[in-house]
Every structure is written in C-alpha cells, then in structure tokens.
C-alpha cells in the first residue's frame, strides 16, 4: 500500500492487495459505522476494517467511516502498511490519522489500484 | 535595417533573459540540493545532548535551514506564476493536467517549507529537528488521471463562478446570518454552554484544519460542511431554520446530581435536601440563608475534589484528567471524593466581610461517592452503545453516504480530488479555503480558531442557494433527517444514562462558635425516572463532639446524639428557549430533635426537643454561559429548631460551578 495523498485520505496499491484499516477510540466509548463501497455497517469489537482493492488499474474501493464521541476523546485510525507515508516520523511502515472530538466526525478514504 | 534592429535586440533580450531565468533556476535546484545534502550530514553527525558543540551545531543548521527555506518560497513563487500564466479558462486538457503536475509540485514545497518551520522555527534539539527534516519533502508523484472533458468543462465553469456570483445567490443575509456569535475557545469548542450544531461544527472544523495543518476538502470535512448545508439550505428552502443543541453540552447541563451550596445542616444552605454526585475541580457557592435555624447567616461553601485538584495543577485538562483517574486505582477513588470547606462570613473580627479564616470556618465537610451509575463510558453502557451504533449508526452511515454519491464527484481517478457536482457550491468551497488561507499565520491558539471561524461562518452564510440543484437539496435534506433520529436517539440514550443512581455518604463536623462542635453522617440516594423526574432521599444522624450542658440545674444534660433526619426531594428539569436548564423543586424534611437545642452561645434552649418539618418548593434560574446558578425558594416550617412558631421564609443564592468554566477553557 502506498500514500497518495494524506491530507485527502487517498492511496494505492497492486491489484486485489489486501487492506487493513485499524480504528481505536481514546477517551470515549467507539461509536464507528462505516461504508465500504456503498455498504454499511457497524465496526466490529477489534476495530479492524479488512477489505481487498479492486482488480483493474485505476479503479477504487471508498471507505467512509462516521466517528461520533459521548465524551471528549481522540479517534486513532491506522491504515497498516503504509511504508511511504508522509507523516510517519516513527518509520513504522503505517499510516495514522489522529481526530479529536465531539463534534462527529465522517472521513472518507480512497483506495486506488496502480 | 532600421526597424529591424529593435526587434531583433528585443529578441535577443527576451532569449538572454529566458536563458538567464533558466540558468537562475538550474542554479538554485542546485543549491536547493546541495543544501537539502548538507542538511542531511550535519543532522547525521549532531553532537551528543549537551555538549558544547551543540548550540554551534544548531546554529549553523538553522543557517542552512533558513537558506533553504527562502529558496523554496522563490521557487514556489515561480511555480505559482507559471500556473497562473497556464490556468485560463481556454486551457485544454493537456494543459490542465501539467498544471496539476505543478500545484503538487507547490504543495510538496508547502510541506517541505513548514517541515523547515517546525525544526528550526522553535528552536528544536537536533534529535527532534532531525525527525522533523527527515518527512519526505515533495511527495512521489502519482499519476494523475488525465481530466476528461467533461471535468475540464466543470472546472471552467467553476472558475467562472465568482465571489460576486456567489454573493448573489446566497440568501438574504437577514435570514442567512445566525442570530449570535458564538466565540470558539482554544481547544476548538464553542465557549459558550448554549450553543447550536452550526457552532459546534464551525469551531470544531476551525480546530481540524489548525491541528491538521490542511486545507478544507470533501474527504475530511463532509460533517461541517453537511451541517453548514443543511443550516442555510433547509432554513431557506424548506423548514424555515433548524437549530440542533449540541447533545454533548445538553448532557453537562443535564447534571444535576451536584450540590454545589452547603449541605443543610449548616447555617444559610437554601437547601433542605443533600444531593450527591462530586464536582470534577471545586464549587464556590454563596448562599443566603433557609428556615433550618432561626438564625440566618451568609455562608460560603468551597467543595474541592481532590483528583481534579491533582490533575489541574499538574496542567492537565478536564477531560484527560478524567481518563487518567479512569485507569489509576488511586486517583480512580479520589475522583469519587470531594471535601468542603463553608465559612460562615457572620463571624470574627469583621463580620459580614469573608475573610477564609479559620474563625469563619464554620463546617468540614467529605463526601464520597460510593455508586454512579451516571458516565456514559462505563463499561456496562457498552452494549447500549453497540445497539446504538447497529442501528441508529448504521442507518446515519447509509444516509450520509448516500448524500455523499448525491452531492460529491469522485473524480475519474488518482489525483482528481472530491468535488462538488454542483459548479456554484464548488465555487463556493474553493472560496471559502482560499479565504481561511489568507487568515494571519502569526496568529495562535483561540485568536486563531476565531479568526478562521469567523471566515467559516461568513462564507457559510453565503451558501449559494439560488444555484445548488434539487439533488443536492434533496441529498442534504435525506441526510437532516437521518441526522436528527440519529441525535435524537442519542439523547434518548444519553438521557437513559444521567437517570442512573447514585449512593453517597456525606459526613459534615460543624463549628459552632460556643455550642459543642457536631458531626452529622448522611446517606444519599438518587436515581431517575423515565420522565425526566431526578428523586433524591437523604437519611441522616448526628452527634454531639461532647454533650451540652443543660438548660437549667433541674433540667437533664442533652445525650450524645443529637437529632435524626430523613428528606426527600423531587426535581423536574425543564429547558426555556436558549436559556438553558431550569430545575423545579419539591422537598420535604422530617427532623427530630432528641434534646433541647443548643444556642450559638452555647446554651441551650428549654422545650425546644422535638419534631420539625419542613417544606420547600424553589427554582434554579440558571445563567448558562458564566455557568451559575441561581436557586430561589420558598421555606415553610412548623417551627425552627430555636423557636416552636411557624415560619414561612424566601431564599435565593447562586452556584457557581467550576467545572462547566473549566471544560469551556480547557475542555480536552
């Protein structure tokens, strides 16, 4: 898996590579939905998120996640195996994105194949 | 010949200063390599922690940073004129893709400039400078799809758009203007505890966009702006304006589990009824004087909960504070604990002054909280909350989705961003961020947030609704209300929640001034009711440090224990406008005197045993955004402790509470 963009929540990888996504609630209990190419659903209890990218160059997996607080907190997600990544300054190969709240937050990622 | 010769001397000119640009350019890549080189050396070969060298060291680095730093912004410059020259509104697509090539070109000197500004800006160690350098200074670039036509059609057509046009398509600013301004405090929270979810979001996206160090766009901020959206485009196109209270600040308002006054066997508590629950940090409350005694004094309660006062003055926030005390079984019992300290400003050498002294400290009190149910993280909520999300949650997430494919345009591939499929809201996005760019970067903290809140806000108010299709309408209206039941829910939940018991023990050693000294133990129970009902029951005993002396020589010597109580307390929270959570209250007391009672001079006052009951009805008025409250009641008692005559008595005071003033300062 490689950044695109961090700021733009994009990135790419070979065909059909596997993707996970982890998200950790700090602070506050996790209250996760997300849709996965139009299809929602609850986060699952480990906070993974695991899909595979698509087969053809250039086509697109979408990840929105909805991240909603019952008291102030912090939402840590992780996109595993990342070695590119911009703001890694620990060089531990991942991507992380840190967002604090309330308010709710929805962040929508794109995963491209090369 | 004549006329020739200037035009080939304009010529030449124009080539020499090409070749003479070009060559600039070569040379300052080269030097821009050379430093970066250098750069990277010396951050290699940094002396140790504290040795001499190190201050040189760092010197010469921020020598090489800044000269690094003035080359990159000319050479942004350049690039931002080259794509000014190239971005017109006959560009074809060809073009426009080499200009995309150049703006990631810009934004990777931007990354590369404040990674310069973070290690040398502040001084920073070499380790941490050295962390700071070491992020990639331009990003790979990716292969960015070629526009397709159509997408160049709609970026000529939003370029179009002007800040004139957009003007004109708002609604009038009479009904696009939001009523009052909430002011963000520096943690990106609205300052304020009566506030609406356009407030909330707008400081909140304030907030994001300083953290984050990025521009606004449609992957990270759909939430602000879908309730930007539906703010302007429902009030205008079809509710005539929604306002969500923000549930996070309806739930600290809706605590009302905290005595903040003294408890009522002390002088001049307008309450007859002792509520458990324990401030965070500590409670001021200034209170003129009830119907308990026939006295009436003016006290002033201090409740300190020493964890939060652990916490704060370790410079830590409301919140991380809680979740440290959360996972230490130390502070994990004193946050459940709260002592009181209420002076009586009637005594000592300048009665009627407050002075803290140890002759006005009439009564210690410590209260701990030994059951509360009331947190909305406890473990035993995390089922309600999965259910929560498995519903509620999911049923948001395929609304807010579904208003994302309506609204948004993926773009055809790597390197085309999310847009707006309407050209005039897209416009208007792209407005707004070249506006909250132009905010001054010298500025910090909250100055900061407010300063681009205010640009939000303004631009938020700009909407162009005149413009935005019907299926952007529809899509922000589907999302509303999927919004609202979704809020609703929650609330509901969050409500179910503050309902929860609660068991206190409170013990209170009063001072008296010439009377023995007493210690009266109090066990507190709350719980809700599915009406928003709050129940309160108190029981209590007390008792005397030493037994008064009698009345007369033929009377008998009071025993130790001086009294039993039980009280009950019915309370209904109700809101008014904006105004905030006002509470209705009914109380009972039962009190029986086991002997004579004593007098302040330490007397005691024959035929006065025996039962006292009292009634109170009153009303918290509260003043939301300073955090007070204002209790007024009305007493009415068979008799005082003192005087076996009726007494009907009104009492007001105000509490002030800290907590809601801390979390507005420093909320995180």
Request: aromatic share 8%; glycine share 8%; with cysteine.
């Amino acid at each position: 898996m490689r950044e695109l963009d961090h700021d733009n929540l994009e990135y790419e990888g070979g065909p059909g590579e596997a993707v996970t996504v982890k998200v950790v609630a700090k602070g506050t209990t996790p209250i996760v939905a997300f849709t996965l190419d139009g299809v929602s659903q609850p986060l699952a209890a480990d906070g993974l998120i695991q899909f595979n990218l698509k087969n053809t160059s250039n086509q697109r997996t979408d990840l929105q996640l909805i991240l909603d607080f019952n008291a102030p907190g912090t939402y840590e997600v992780t996109v595993l195996g990342v070695p590119n990544c911009s703001r890694d300054a620990q060089a531990v190969g991942s991507c992380l994105h840190k967002w604090k709240g309330p308010p709710r937050k929805i962040k929508t990622f794109a995963f491209f194949v090369a | 010949m004549k006329k020739i010769a200037p035009l080939l001397f304009a010529a030449i000119f124009t080539l020499s200063s090409i070749a003479l640009q070009g060559q600039q350019a070569a040379t300052d890549e080269a030097q821009i390599q050379q430093l970066r080189a250098n750069i990277q050396r010396m951050i290699e070969n940094a002396p140790p922690q504290g040795s001499a060298e190190e201050r040189s060291h760092r010197d010469a680095l921020a020598s090489l940073g800044n000269q690094l730093r003035d080359l990159l912004v000319e050479k942004r410059g350049a690039l931002k004129s080259r794509i000014k020259n190239l971005e017109t509104p006959d560009a074809l697509p060809e073009v426009l893709a080499h200009v995309e090539q150049l703006k990631q070109a810009v934004e990777g000197i931007n990354g590369e400039v404040q990674n310069i500004d973070r290690a040398f800006g502040q001084n920073l160690a070499p380790a941490r400078a050295a962390a700071a350098m070491a992020q990639p200074a331009i990003q790979a670039p990716a292969q960015v799809a070629q526009p397709s036509p159509a997408e160049t059609a709609f970026r000529n057509a939003v370029r179009n758009i002007s800040t004139d046009d957009i003007r004109e398509a708002a609604a009038p600013a009479e009904v696009a203007t939001s009523e009052a301004v909430v002011t963000c405090n520096d943690q990106g929270r609205p300052a304020s505890t009566t506030f609406s979810r356009l407030d909330e979001s707008i400081c909140g996206l304030a907030s994001d966009l300083i953290d984050e160090d990025r521009g606004m766009n449609l992957a990270q901020d759909l939430d602000p702006i879908f309730i930007i959206l539906t703010a302007q485009l429902l009030k205008t196109k079809t509710t005539g304006g929604e306002s969500y209270a923000a549930f996070v600040s309806e739930a600290t308002e809706k605590r009302t589990d905290q005595q903040m006054g003294a408890g009522p066997s002390t002088n001049g508590s307008t309450s007859i009824v002792s509520k458990g629950g324990v401030p965070y940090l500590f409670g001021l409350a200034v209170e003129n004087g009830a119907a308990v005694q026939s006295t009436s004094d003016t006290t002033i309660t201090f409740r300190v909960n020493p964890a939060g006062v652990i916490n704060t003055f370790a410079n830590k926030g409301f919140v991380t504070g809680f979740q440290q005390a959360q996972n230490d079984p130390v502070m994990n019992f004193l946050r459940k604990t709260s002592i009181g300290f209420s002076f009586d400003t009637s005594r000592g050498n300048q009665a009627g002054v407050f002075t803290g002294n140890k002759q006005q400290l009439s009564a210690i009190s410590a209260r701990v909280e030994l059951f509360n149910d009331r947190d909305p993280r406890l473990k035993k909520y995390e089922a309600d909350w999965e259910k929560f999300v498995a519903n509620e949650g999911v049923k948001l997430a395929q609304e807010v989705w579904k208003t994302t494919v309506a609204t948004v345009d993926f773009g055809s591939g790597r390197g085309q961003h999310k847009s707006f499929r309407d050209p005039a809201l897209q416009a208007w996005l792209e407005q707004m961020t070249a506006k909250v760019s132009q905010v001054d970067a010298s500025l910090t903290g909250a100055s900061r947030i407010n300063a681009i809140a205010t640009v939000i806000r303004e631009q938020a108010a700009l909407v162009p609704v005149d413009r935005v299709s019907e299926d952007t309408i529809q899509g922000i209206t589907g999302f509303a209300k999927q919004d609202k039941a979704y809020t609703t829910a929650k609330n509901s939940l969050l409500d179910k929640i503050a309902k929860g018991k609660l068991f206190t023990l409170d013990y209170t050693n009063t001072r008296a001034v010439s009377a023995p000294d007493t210690s009266n133990f109090n066990f507190i129970a709350a719980t809700g009711t599915g009406s928003r009902v709050d129940l309160t029951a108190n029981g209590s005993f007390t008792l005397f440090h030493k037994r008064p002396l009698a009345a007369s020589p033929t009377s008998p010597r009071p025993g130790r224990f001086r009294d039993f109580q039980f009280a009950g307390q019915v309370l209904v929270p109700f809101k008014v406008g904006d105004l905030g959570q006002f509470d209705f209250w009914f109380s009972g007391r039962y009190e029986r005197l086991l002997g004579d009672a004593s007098t302040a001079a330490g007397g005691t006052m024959p035929g006065t045993r025996g039962d006292i009951a009292i009634g109170q009805f009153g009303l918290n008025v509260p003043i939301t955004s300073l955090g007070i409250k204002f209790p007024i009641s009305l007493t009415f008692a068979n008799r005082t402790e003192l005087v076996k005559e009726r007494e009907i008595r009104g009492n007001f005071g105000f509490t002030f509470n800290w907590d809601t003033l801390l979390s507005k300062l420093k909320p995180f």
